[in-house]
Nanobody
Framework: QVQLVESGGGLVQAGGSLRLSCAAS??????????MGWYRQAPGKERELVAS???????TYADFVKGRFTISRGNTVNTVHLQMNSLKPEDTAVYYC??????????WGRGTQVTVSS
């Protein structure tokens, strides 16, 4: 059974930094997702894409994080990180990791809370 587990969330002051990590398990050592990424959902709002990275290393960022967040793949297969700098109170949300393959469902982690105080 495939599982995505996020870590690294927490409480930080505006202007601070956090680094989120996501690791997949249950995929087997030879399988690699075609893309992994991060979404976020703030209270009362829809879930939105933050950043994604393909197996080939192509990255996509939402306009609201460009220049502040960096997505990268980990040294271990099917891991992904999100370095978040210059955090703003409006970045407060639950951050979810997702993973896609060419065939098969989209997988989601349970989420990690990021709270940015002003």
């Amino acid at each position: 059974q495939v599982q995505l587990v996020e870590s690294g969330g927490g409480l930080v002051q505006a202007g601070g930094s956090l680094r989120l990590s996501c690791a997949a398990s249950g995929t087997g050592s030879r399988f690699s997702f075609s893309a992994m990424g991060w979404y976020r959902q703030a209270p009362g709002k829809e879930r939105e894409l933050v950043a994604s990275i393909t197996r080939a290393g192509i990255v996509t960022y939402a306009d609201f994080v460009k220049g502040r967040f960096t997505i990268s793949r980990g040294n271990t297969v099917n891991t992904v990180h999100l370095q978040m700098n210059s955090l703003k109170p409006e970045d407060t949300a639950v951050y979810y990791c997702d993973a896609l393959s060419v065939v098969g469902p989209q997988y989601w982690g349970r989420g990690t809370q990021v709270t940015v105080s002003s």
